[in-house]
């Protein structure tokens, strides 16, 4: 009898498992198994060109309609809603039952709903799926009233696409200034004059009370809103291994893999934002939600459920962010740092370089300064002094 390989998912993390699986010669039959209503699809467009309504959604799909048929991976339509990893089968909630002889679970992420008064308001928006991204934009018009809640890279993107759009927008975060905790005060300062450019306004250090008929009440104010867009982070769907008895991560949430992506269920594998995996540079356990790290992890288990002895993710996590038109490109080990010493250059780029307290470089932000990225991958890697 032929392998039996499911995988669930239906992000960036998932197709990937099975392009790896095939790429490294795996014969079984694939079953990618997806809650959402179309197959795998780019998803950072969705808070911005996609959300600015610059491309539509048939742009989208990481791989043609023929890609699944041409490389035998049949896709399914259902919520995976129970796994038993002794017995080596899933349940789906339209009564379905698929058998595995081996797994990747790659069922990602999801948007943070805030505990709020007024949170299940119909002009309360999470933003994930094309779906959503499409239902905004559709909202959206020239002086239309909007707030995002939320000052880490999607808000911020978002609120500058919203803007684009013609929106009459104002960001909220408890930070003093953008993403300070991640990229320090002098990078956050600079994004916070490019949402002000944009014609952004901003609430800084203000937390958000309740959602109300009349907006978005504040402390000291109320902010009109005809919408508003939750943008407060995501929490890892580990709902499957949890329930399957699968080893969690630190502080008990996302799936824990080792260095080859293999969960304690025997031939299960983990991949994407709801693994935290064992990173064989860093020495330690982390858990990234990347797009590009997705990838590469999804690679990696399908090729190891492919029988690859090699396949690992390996690199530096990194990931880009555009704002408007300019774009940051971050690679850092995510744990924190002790000192962030922002650099200047010529023509208006700037490198912001992060040091532990050893003054070891543990990451590096970017803005029109591809060559210090690269140099600044190649540092953290190796745990060389910054520059």
């Not at 555009?322 to 700037?350: C, E, M, N, S, Y």
Request: proline fraction near 5%.
């Amino acid at each position: 009898m032929s392998e039996r390989i499911v995988i669930v998912g239906g992000g960036p993390a998932a197709l990937c498992a099975a392009r790896g699986y095939r790429a490294a010669g795996g014969t079984g039959t694939v079953r990618l198994v997806t809650d959402d209503d179309r197959p795998p699809y780019e998803r950072p467009p969705l808070t911005k060109e996609h959300l600015r309504g610059e491309s539509e959604s048939d742009a989208l799909p990481m791989e043609g309609d023929g890609w699944y048929a041409e490389h035998g991976v049949e896709l399914v339509y259902a919520t995976a809603t129970g796994l038993d990893a002794d017995a080596r089968r899933v349940t789906l909630d339209d009564g379905g039952v698929l058998d595995y002889d081996g797994l990747a679970l790659a069922t990602g992420s999801k948007p943070i709903r805030l505990p709020l008064d007024g949170a299940d308001d119909s002009r309360v928006h999470l933003i994930r799926q094309a779906v959503h991204g499409e239902g905004l934009r559709d909202l959206v018009f020239a002086g239309t009233q909007a707030v995002v809640i939320g000052t880490g890279f999607i808000g911020c993107e978002a609120a500058v696409s919203l803007a684009r759009r013609g929106a009459q927008v104002t960001v909220v975060g408890q930070e003093p200034i953008p993403n300070a905790a991640r990229i320090g005060e002098a990078a956050g300062a600079r994004v916070a004059g490019w949402l002000e450019d944009e014609g952004v306004e901003a609430r800084h250090g203000a937390a958000v009370e309740a959602i109300e008929t009349d907006g978005v009440r504040l402390a000291h104010e109320t902010l009109p809103a005809e919408i508003v867009l939750m943008a407060a982070g995501v929490r890892p769907r580990d709902e499957l291994a949890r329930d399957a008895g699968l080893r969690l991560g630190s502080g008990g949430a996302a799936i824990a893999t080792d260095a080859d992506l293999r969960t304690t269920g025997d031939r299960v594998y983990a991949a994407g934002d709801v693994c935290e995996a064992w990173h064989p540079v860093a020495g330690r356990p982390l858990r990234v939600e990347h797009w590009g790290d997705a990838l590469a992890q999804g690679e990696a288990a399908g090729r190891r459920l492919a029988g690859d002895r090699e396949a690992r993710w390996d690199a530096v996590p990194g990931f880009w962010s555009q704002i408007g038109d300019r774009w940051l490109k971050h690679a850092a080990w995510g744990d924190g740092f002790t000192d962030a010493r922002l650099v200047d250059h010529p023509g208006g780029g700037w490198t912001v370089w992060y040091a532990d307290a050893d003054g070891v470089c543990v990451g590096v932000l970017t803005f029109d300064a591809d060559d210090d990225y690269e140099r600044g991958e190649q540092l953290v890697a190796e745990a060389a002094p910054c520059p």
